[in-house]
């Protein structure tokens, strides 16, 4: 089991939350969607009902944070 999702597990999430930002419930523009485990360490973490679709911008305000957490890093809290 992989650590971070795959395209299609990624597809599967976009689709299940309908293409929108469950933080503003915005449509996310492909591109600009990030995917925030719920959990992780669980078996099917990279389920669509465990991976939450996000803005970029609103997966850092979910975090709590100012400066971009995705941009140029590949971390793994996403
Ligand atoms: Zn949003
Ligand atoms: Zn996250």
């Not at 911008?57 to 100012?66: E, I, N, T, W, Y």
Request: charged share 25%.
């Amino acid at each position: 089991m992989g650590r971070n999702p795959t395209k299609t597990q990624k597809k599967a999430a976009f689709d299940a939350w309908g293409g929108t930002c469950q933080h503003c419930h915005l449509p996310v523009k492909r591109g600009d969607e990030v995917y925030h485990h719920i959990r992780r360490r669980i078996s099917g973490q990279h389920e669509p009902a465990n991976l939450l679709l996000y803005h970029t911008s609103c997966h850092d305000q979910h975090h709590g944070v100012r400066r971009s957490l995705s941009a140029g890093t590949n971390r793994a809290d996403t």
